[in-house]
């Protein structure tokens, strides 16, 4: 009988040797000894994407380290299936200056026991940036929110801690910045807090807030809570289809905006002009963004844009680093060769939020 305690286990160990051992040493013929061709063949792109960038950007890799942490699985006789978090630690330097990026990708891995020994026969990863909570026809919103002609003053962020429903749901927005509620005119501009909106993307990369919902795709969701942390204000409407808000969930309904937790719809309403509140101007290149900015990506050069990110720190060229979700990310290159969904298409929108919000 197959060893169900040990046996597949050791194959997923010899599974993230090979993996590690490619990172190490920037060997992808240790790749040759993962039996899933496909996974094999992703790979070995995303390392030859990985390489040329570094050559080209003068980064070297100094340092890799890969660590498995098993999430549940099931096994029976003959057939095994397991859940892995791989936490990815790199170490790069440039210009002699070191830093570290980190990253959490999650894959199911399926195993068949056959001629006496445990084979993995299917590698696939699991909540990589491709994915996208993607409703489209809602991101006709209107270029000033409402703003225009001052019918919805925008809201002060706070945290209400006796929120009543959902846990998860502690966040309001607040009544108009002159303490009127909607429709008041008393709008005074606060500064964005880059600093804080890094510090709270810093904070809350690898583990979720409470105090917000957590979503299967969660990229959009974390990108708007880091902006919300730095002050910007929410423009709560009332229309998911329109405004930058959030309330969380009751009794079973979503109250949030697509622009805050949809990728193409945030791109959206970043892109359009408006006098005050969440606002930000597109840039030409990355080097021109600061701290707490947002870099969005259209994997396929359609326009349709399903992966954000917040800018955290910078190379000593000065090139941004990202955090993220919904692979947990931190000081992650922005360009995001490393990324499965990565092609040559990628096409990148760089905003730079407003000083004054």
């Known amino acids: 009988m197959p060893d169900l305690e040990h046996g597949w286990k050791q194959t997923m160990i010899d599974y993230v040797n090979a993996l590690n051992e490619a990172g190490v040493h920037g060997n992808i013929e240790a790749y040759r000894r993962i039996a899933d061709s496909e996974h094999r063949s992703r790979l070995a792109?995303?390392?030859?994407?990985?390489?040329?960038?570094?050559?080209?950007?003068?980064?070297?890799?100094?340092?890799?380290?890969?660590?498995?942490?098993?999430?549940?699985?099931?096994?029976?006789?003959k057939e095994a299936s397991a859940d892995v978090q791989i936490h990815l630690l790199r170490s790069y330097e440039q210009r002699s200056q070191p830093w570290?990026?980190?990253?959490l990708e999650k894959e199911r891995i399926r195993f068949f026991y056959a001629n006496g020994r445990w084979r993995i026969d299917r590698i696939e990863p699991l909540a990589g940036e491709l994915a996208a909570a993607a409703v489209y026809s809602y991101d006709a919103e209107p270029a000033e929110d409402g703003y225009g002609g001052r019918?919805?003053?925008p809201s002060v962020p706070f945290i209400n801690p006796n929120a009543q429903y959902a846990p998860r749901s502690r966040v309001y927005a607040g009544s108009g910045a002159a303490g009127e509620e909607w429709g008041g005119y008393g709008i005074r501009a606060a500064p964005y807090r880059r600093e804080a909106a890094a510090a709270y993307a810093e904070q809350w990369w690898d583990k979720p807030n409470p105090a917000y919902e957590e979503f299967e795709v969660n990229c959009t969701n974390y990108v708007s809570q880091g902006l919300f942390a730095g002050g910007a204000p929410m423009n709560y409407t009332g229309?998911?289809?329109?405004?930058?808000?959030?309330?969380?969930?009751?009794?079973?309904?979503?109250?949030?905006s697509f622009s805050w937790a949809v990728a193409n719809s945030l791109q959206r309403h970043l892109s359009l002009p408006r006098g005050y509140g969440l606002r930000a101007v597109a840039v030409n290149s990355p080097d021109q963004l600061m701290l707490g900015d947002v870099i969005c990506y259209d994997w396929d050069g359609n326009d349709q844009f399903r992966h954000n990110t917040i800018v955290t720190a910078f190379t000593p060229e000065g090139m941004p680093l990202v955090n993220a979700n919904t692979v947990p990310?931190?000081?992650?290159?922005?360009?995001?060769?490393d990324s499965y969904a990565w092609t040559e298409q990628t096409r990148y929108r760089f905003y730079h939020i407003a000083d004054h919000l």
């Open 45 to 77: 792109r995303r390392a030859l994407a990985v390489t040329r960038r570094d050559a080209r950007e003068r980064l070297r890799p100094i340092r890799s380290e890969m660590r498995a942490r098993l999430l549940r699985h099931t096994a029976s006789a």
């Open 100 to 103: 570290l990026e980190e990253r």
């Open 151 to 153: 019918t919805i003053a």
């Open 239 to 256: 229309k998911r289809e329109s405004g930058w808000w959030y309330r969380g969930q009751s009794s079973g309904k979503e109250l949030w």
């Open 329 to 337: 990310s931190r000081h992650r290159y922005w360009d995001y060769r």
